[in-house]
């Protein structure tokens, strides 16, 4: 089959939102944190606006993006999208060239302005390795966000890509990052998608449940039928995004017993997704040897 690749699409735009994105949900979990601290010290309050500032911003920005993917992530969508991925053969390459290939589309941008993909997965991947995690674990950080070279074979937009993760299928839960944008997704008052379990059961368990496709799903889909990677691996890949499950608590319902032992393992890999940004910036020839 042959294989398209859509050279008019912005990396720089595609890695700003994501930025962004991770951005607000550092902003999400350090406001959790703060709340117990209410009575800190009064030089750090000037600080924080400054950063507040960029926050807002940032939120903005964050928050378009969400109204567009929170009313076009649909059960219908997400069913087409699973359809192409079995029957579409985007690209055939190794992990370095995956890699390499997202940071050749980050290379037009203005260095100055955020790390590149290439440099989060390696800033995750040794934060790990420094903690002296397993060489699985690793690796995991340093693929975890492969699947945005999605966004170059066929997505429709940023919105299938990158993002908050949230099943379809039943009811957008409240812990949904802006909630309130779902009003406009057709399936929001739909008969059966609407209602609070909609198409699936108590305990189903979360394999049984369709996330909102993006960079996450793809890759687990990829990695799962084409890597030895343990299961705990494909949670925290396919369960990165999913917020409001992994901090926010939703969703338990669904889960399973092995969706349980999963919960720990995603837990344990988010703070390395979300806080290694802050880390010196690795080099990758460096690392590449
Ligand atoms: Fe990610
Ligand atoms: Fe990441």
Redesign the pocket.
Known sequence: MAISIQEDRDGQALESLSDNIDAVNVLKDQLKKERSMLEASKFDAEKDKTQFRQYEEACDRVKNFYREQHEKQTVAYNLKARNDFQFKTRAEMTIWEAMEKLNTLIDESDPDTSLSQIE?LLQ?AEAIRRDGKPRWMQLTGLI??LGKLLFFYGAEGQWDVVGDTFPVGCAFDKHIIYHDTFQNNPDHDHEIYGTKNGIYTSGCGLDNVMLSWGHDEYLYHVVKDQSTLPNEALAMIRY?SFYSWHSGGAYMRFMNEHDHKMLDAVKAFNPY?LYSKSDDIPSAEALKV
Do not use: A, G, R, V
């Open positions: 989060h995750s975890h966000d990165h997704d």
